[in-house]
């Protein structure tokens, strides 16, 4: 069955008021009946994971995971760690999505080193693999890492690993050593003809079960003639990442142009018709970030609010 989920960031406004909506925004999405809510690790804001644990207080039964996580900040038995503490503290609902980001927050902003960013994240991963293996210790020797780490922390049920995988040689280290993927930019065609059959396949070489496919895409209800007003909305405010060579890549693999071709938006049966070619692609899992429209607060919060209705029944109906 495939699982729908929705973005919940901090976006932008007073860092004070930023984890009380975020924490209305996921009681929303368990009382509608969400399977996962996404947190994006913002360059610029809320510790991702802390925001899981956070989450986890005022949830009970709704997956809570990170679209990414960048890994070249931290030591992987560091992530380990905050990873099992926040699993644990979620009583298991955790699924961390963690990429080797791009080169313009590892190296233009944090000033580390991006050579390599494939091996790095195949060699990570081989530290974070050990570590949730709950052996009480991770030892790990490879081109990148030596580690003999004692843990006292092991994960409390099964910790669900996704990877942001773009390019082949990502897909097939994510079908080999993870649980999936998560895209971002990625279209219909994208997914059936590009990304779909390369991490699955690399998952059935290493036998593990069928990967996750974990596709986020913006979703706008709204009038028919209001659709490319909705499309440029998205490309205002959330085309940074196109500057990104991998996600260029990754958009030439498919037919959109940029991410307001990507967005669901129109009336319900539209938005319905949209994501059903993405389930048909070979998509797990939805996760939308709802994207409203109008002219002033009032109306950007209608619109949010009738939007996230209008999945939520969506997603009812998609799942019978």
């Known amino acids: 069955m495939v699982r729908f989920g929705v973005m919940i960031g901090p976006e932008r406004g007073d860092s004070a008021r930023k984890a009380a909506r975020m924490l209305d925004d996921v009681r929303w999405a368990e009382s ?39 890994l070249q900040p931290q030591h992987p038995i560091a992530l380990a760690r905050s990873a099992m503490s926040a699993h644990a503290a979620t009583n298991g609902r955790l699924a961390l999505g963690v990429g080797p980001s791009h080169h313009w927050i590892v190296k233009d902003m944090l000033g580390l080193p991006y050579d390599k960013p494939a091996a790095f994240t195949r060699d990570y991963l081989e530290v974070l693999n050990a570590a949730f293996a709950g052996t009480g210790s991770a030892d790990v ?31 097939r280290i994510a079908g080999e050593q993870a649980d999936g993927t998560v895209l971002w930019l990625a279209d219909e065609r994208a997914v059936g003809d590009h990304i779909a059959p390369k991490i699955t396949k690399a998952a059935e070489g290493a036998g593990k079960p069928a990967p996750r496919i974990v596709a986020g895409l913006p979703v706008c209800l709204c009038r028919p003639d209001e659709v490319e007003e909705a499309k440029a909305r998205a490309n205002r405010i959330l085309g940074e990442a196109e500057v990104s060579p991998n996600y260029q890549r990754l958009l030439d693999a498919g037919d959109a142009q940029d991410v307001g071709d990507l967005a669901a938006v129109g009336d319900e049966g539209m938005i319905a018709a949209r994501i059903q070619r993405f389930i048909d692609a070979g998509v797990t899992d939805v996760s939308a970030r709802l994207l409203p429209i109008g002219d002033n607060r009032d109306e950007l919060v209608a619109s949010k609010r009738r939007t996230r209705e209008v999945y939520a029944q969506i997603a009812a109906d998609l799942r019978k």
């Open 141 to 171: 020797e490879n081109a990148t890492f030596t580690v003999h780490n004692p843990l006292g922390l092991t994960p409390i049920g099964p910790l669900p690993v996704l990877v942001a995988a773009l390019g082949p040689v990502m897909l």
């Open 32 to 70: 509608a009946g969400m399977d996962t809510a996404w947190i994006p690790q913002v360059p610029t804001d809320f510790d991702a994971l802390i925001t899981v644990a956070l989450m986890g207080t005022v949830t009970e039964r709704i997956e809570l995971g990170t679209a990414v996580v960048p």
